[in-house]
């Protein structure tokens, strides 16, 4: 006889023996209730809020005993467990068709619940199957929306009746459900989360070891990991054997029941073949088809606890940050180190006296016990807010923000007045900045965000502060241009990078670098100043204008000191002199990055580019319109010669006849 053939012949003997299966209800009911009713009296003489019995702590029960099993206690998997640490011998387990359906439709929108819970009776079969326990489907399947009749609480209510009409205990790890079924004097035996749960056993800690930042479980594939730290990562095979769907679809029922039990356990999201699970310090991500082409698990934690005076800038940092309620946008690549920058900047602010909160989904920055962490409020970072607004933080951290809702709640709360530190992914400094344009009203960015904090490889690059005022923008000339202009600055040195206004019906992010490099009268006054100072100092110099009151003069290494003079008597004196600020350089630190714009002169037979004699020797790229075409070294008169005819000779050529730029830059 088959296994299924077995169990069927088990209920159907249940069901005809109608006058001993009262009996024996009977005697059930009276030692459930007595169960119940002891866990009553020792909660009633336990002090106000103290946890529940454990599952360990559970009385034992004997052949006969009926359960109905609610869905929260199937999901977390503490059934099988129980009956094979010898509990619940003999004990026929009930599960209501309503749960079966609920477990279903679960699975069916990609829950990683509801896989959890089909599995789990799976387990719970095979132990019928072996004789140890029975187990019973009986009810009927709801008609309508099971997750609707979820959400009104119609599903619990269902269990409930069913627990009353087969006369048995209802077991539940739902605390609501338990304090319901004691309010209506249904029979119940709750399973408190357990106070502790070795994370340690799970089976996907085998892959970690103290620097590993994150495991990558694919099927059919080798599992991989990150390991390192922020500034020095590098991906490692962990086995050369490929996982199978089976190794990793057990892992994944595993951390789902994990994070049912224990305390720091939390489903962030499961919809859609998409599962995100906060479980201790690890953010655990489950893909599934169809979401995902093959089953997948990605587990991310952080390596290193670090403080904010390990950072570049820090006091550049406490400063901006103690000075007032700061609106501060943290950016940087993927994994490039920003989480664990603002814990960082949580812990400096915590201790500073500041109260600070967080908005996390999901909820996995490591920080204080002071910190209270806040995730989406039935879904929407909006409702969260709201709640923070009453609670009046004096900092929230917002970890991390990619919808427009999110950039418009951030913008809210800083306008309300709380201090806010967002984290938003960006490859550069402004780029997180240009990510406000079109989410928050121009002329109200420099009210929202104050300071952009760029970070990369582990530690702060840049730092901008962001100011707004009313002027012509770099590079237009005429007064009639003026307008709202809000001005990105390096925090440390006050120069200033970008400017960002309104153009028309465009919104313009000029780099100023850029506006410097091709403003035509700076071009001119270089050549004025290379004259005029090499008139003075007697000797071939170089000028490069970098605003419109300050130019760097370049001249050979030795002769540093003399043009400065003592205390920096000469320069002064020429400075005054040419009515511009000066900064003395060597030819060596000539700044060519960019480029150069080249004289060009044409002969008959040859194209001359006129190039400084203190480059001579030196090795130099040639560009038209930024494209390479030529590399040759100058020379000793400060000039490259090509051949007409020649391809290189042609190009340049014909850009000159057409004024199209020509310019030098160092080679390599």
Same mark, same amino acid.
């Given at each position: 006889?088959?296994?299924?053939?077995?169990?069927?012949?088990?209920?159907?003997?249940?069901?005809?023996?109608?006058?001993?299966?009262?009996?024996?209800?009977?005697?059930?009911?009276?030692?459930?209730?007595?169960?119940?009713?002891?866990?009553?009296?020792?909660?009633?003489?336990?002090?106000?809020?103290?946890?529940?019995?454990?599952?360990?702590?559970?009385?034992?029960?004997?052949?006969?005993?009926?359960?109905v099993l609610d869905t929260?206690?199937?999901?977390?998997?503490?059934?099988?467990?129980?009956?094979?640490?010898?509990?619940?011998?003999?004990?026929?387990?009930?599960?209501?068709?309503?749960?079966?359906?609920?477990?279903?439709?679960?699975?069916?929108?990609?829950?990683?619940?509801?896989?959890?819970?089909?599995?789990?009776?799976?387990?719970?079969?095979?132990?019928?199957?072996?004789?140890?326990?029975?187990?019973?489907?009986?009810?009927?399947?709801?008609?309508?929306?099971?997750?609707?009749?979820?959400?009104?609480?119609?599903?619990?209510?269902?269990?409930?009746?069913?627990?009353?009409?087969?006369?048995?205990?209802?077991?539940?790890?739902?605390?609501?459900?338990?304090?319901?079924?004691?309010? =209506?004097?249904?029979?119940?035996?709750?399973?408190?989360?357990? $106070?502790?749960? !070795? @994370?340690?056993?799970? %089976?996907?800690? +085998?892959?970690?070891?103290?620097?590993?930042?994150?495991?990558?479980?694919?099927?059919?594939?080798?599992?991989?990991?990150?390991?390192?730290?922020?500034?020095g990562m590098e991906?490692?095979?962990?086995?050369?054997?490929?996982?199978?769907?089976?190794?990793?679809?057990?892992?994944?029922?595993?951390?789902?029941?994990?994070?049912?039990?224990?305390?720091?356990?939390?489903?962030?999201?499961?919809?859609?073949?998409?599962?995100?699970?906060?479980?201790?310090?690890?953010?655990?991500?489950?893909?599934?088809?169809?979401?995902?082409?093959?089953?997948?698990?990605?587990?991310? =934690?952080?390596?290193?606890?670090?403080?904010?005076?390990?950072? $570049?800038?820090? !006091? @550049?940092?406490?400063? %901006?940050?103690? +000075?007032?309620?700061?609106?501060?946008?943290?950016?940087?690549?993927p994994g490039a180190g920003k989480s664990t920058?603002?814990?960082?900047?949580?812990?400096?602010?915590?201790?500073?006296?500041?109260?600070?909160?967080?908005?996390?989904?999901?909820?996995d920055l490591v920080v204080s016990d002071e910190i209270t962490q806040y995730t989406a409020l039935e879904g929407s970072m909006e409702n969260t807010a709201d709640v923070l607004l009453l609670v009046r933080p004096d900092y929230t951290i917002f970890d991390e923000m990619r919808r427009t809702e999110d950039f418009q709640v951030f913008a809210d709360m800083r306008l309300a007045g709380v201090g806010m530190v967002g984290v938003v992914h960006a490859t550069r400094g402004i780029?997180? @900045?240009?990510?406000?344009?079109?989410?928050v009203e121009l002329g109200m960015i420099p009210q929202v965000v104050d300071t952009v904090v760029f970070i990369d490889e582990g530690d702060v690059r840049q730092i901008y502060e962001i100011e707004f005022t009313v002027k012509v923008p770099t590079g237009m000339g005429d007064t009639d241009l003026a307008r709202p202009v809000i001005e990105v600055r390096d925090y440390e040195s006050k120069q200033l990078a970008f400017e960002i206004y309104s153009f028309g019906e465009q919104v313009v992010?000029?780099?100023i670098g850029e506006v410097v490099a091709e403003k035509p009268v700076w071009k001119l006054a270089e050549r004025t100043l290379e004259y005029e100072l090499g008139r003075i100092l007697r000797g071939h110099v170089a000028v490069q204008v970098k605003s419109d009151n300050r130019a760097v003069l370049y001249v050979e290494e030795d002769r540093i000191p003399a043009v400065l003079g003592k205390g920096g008597s000469n320069i002064r004196e020429l400075e005054k002199r040419v009515g511009i600020g000066l900064e003395v350089r060597s030819f060596d630190e000539l700044d060519l990055t960019a480029g150069r714009d080249l004289d060009v002169v044409v002969t008959d037979r040859h194209v001359i580019l006129d190039l400084d004699p203190r480059l001579r020797g030196k090795t130099i790229e040639i560009t038209v319109d930024g494209e390479p075409v030529f590399l040759g070294s100058v020379s000793r008169s400060g000039s490259i010669k090509l051949r007409r005819g020649t391809e290189p000779a042609e190009r340049i050529y014909e850009a000159y006849q057409q004024g199209r730029p020509i310019r030098a830059r160092r080679a390599g």
């Amino acid at each position: 006889m088959s296994p299924r053939a077995k169990s069927s012949n088990k209920t159907s003997r249940t069901k005809k023996t109608t006058k001993t299966k009262a009996k024996t209800t009977k005697k059930t009911t009276t030692k459930a209730q007595e169960e119940a009713q002891a866990q009553a009296q020792a909660q009633e003489q336990s002090p106000q809020g103290q946890a529940q019995p454990r599952p360990s702590e559970a009385p034992r029960s004997g052949s006969g005993d009926r359960f109905v099993l609610d869905t929260s206690v199937i999901v977390d998997g503490r059934i099988t467990e129980e009956v094979r640490q010898g509990r619940f011998q003999g004990a026929t387990f009930i599960v209501p068709e309503v749960v079966l359906a609920e477990l279903e439709a679960q699975a069916e929108r990609g829950q990683e619940t509801g896989f959890a819970g089909l599995n789990e009776l799976k387990n719970l079969q095979a132990l019928s199957w072996e004789g140890t326990i029975s187990v019973e489907i009986v009810g009927e399947r709801p008609r309508g929306d099971i997750l609707r009749l979820h959400e009104t609480g119609e599903i619990d209510s269902l269990i409930r009746r069913t627990a009353e009409e087969e006369n048995a205990t209802l077991v539940t790890s739902d605390r609501v459900q338990y304090l319901s079924c004691e309010a =209506r004097g249904t029979p119940v035996l709750f399973f408190e989360s357990p $106070a502790a749960y !070795d @994370l340690s056993a799970l %089976r996907i800690m +085998q892959y970690f070891d103290e620097q590993t930042m994150s495991v990558h479980l694919r099927a059919h594939t080798r599992p991989k990991a990150k390991r390192g730290t922020p500034g020095g990562m590098e991906i490692v095979p962990l086995d050369d054997k490929p996982l199978q769907e089976r190794e990793i679809d057990v892992m994944a029922r595993e951390i789902v029941e994990a994070a049912e039990q224990h305390p720091e356990g939390f489903i962030e999201m499961d919809s859609g073949g998409s599962t995100v699970v906060q479980l201790g310090n690890m953010r655990i991500a489950i893909a599934r088809p169809p979401f995902s082409d093959a089953l997948e698990i990605t587990v991310v =934690r952080p390596v290193a606890r670090t403080k904010l005076d390990d950072y $570049a800038y820090a !006091d @550049l940092l406490k400063e %901006r940050l103690s +000075q007032r309620y700061r609106g501060v946008l943290v950016s940087g690549a993927p994994g490039a180190g920003k989480s664990t920058f603002v814990q960082a900047i949580a812990d400096y602010l915590e201790e500073a006296g500041w109260v600070i909160k967080t908005m996390e989904k999901p909820r996995d920055l490591v920080v204080s016990d002071e910190i209270t962490q806040y995730t989406a409020l039935e879904g929407s970072m909006e409702n969260t807010a709201d709640v923070l607004l009453l609670v009046r933080p004096d900092y929230t951290i917002f970890d991390e923000m990619r919808r427009t809702e999110d950039f418009q709640v951030f913008a809210d709360m800083r306008l309300a007045g709380v201090g806010m530190v967002g984290v938003v992914h960006a490859t550069r400094g402004i780029d997180a @900045l240009q990510r406000l344009i079109g989410r928050v009203e121009l002329g109200m960015i420099p009210q929202v965000v104050d300071t952009v904090v760029f970070i990369d490889e582990g530690d702060v690059r840049q730092i901008y502060e962001i100011e707004f005022t009313v002027k012509v923008p770099t590079g237009m000339g005429d007064t009639d241009l003026a307008r709202p202009v809000i001005e990105v600055r390096d925090y440390e040195s006050k120069q200033l990078a970008f400017e960002i206004y309104s153009f028309g019906e465009q919104v313009v992010v000029m780099p100023i670098g850029e506006v410097v490099a091709e403003k035509p009268v700076w071009k001119l006054a270089e050549r004025t100043l290379e004259y005029e100072l090499g008139r003075i100092l007697r000797g071939h110099v170089a000028v490069q204008v970098k605003s419109d009151n300050r130019a760097v003069l370049y001249v050979e290494e030795d002769r540093i000191p003399a043009v400065l003079g003592k205390g920096g008597s000469n320069i002064r004196e020429l400075e005054k002199r040419v009515g511009i600020g000066l900064e003395v350089r060597s030819f060596d630190e000539l700044d060519l990055t960019a480029g150069r714009d080249l004289d060009v002169v044409v002969t008959d037979r040859h194209v001359i580019l006129d190039l400084d004699p203190r480059l001579r020797g030196k090795t130099i790229e040639i560009t038209v319109d930024g494209e390479p075409v030529f590399l040759g070294s100058v020379s000793r008169s400060g000039s490259i010669k090509l051949r007409r005819g020649t391809e290189p000779a042609e190009r340049i050529y014909e850009a000159y006849q057409q004024g199209r730029p020509i310019r030098a830059r160092r080679a390599g």
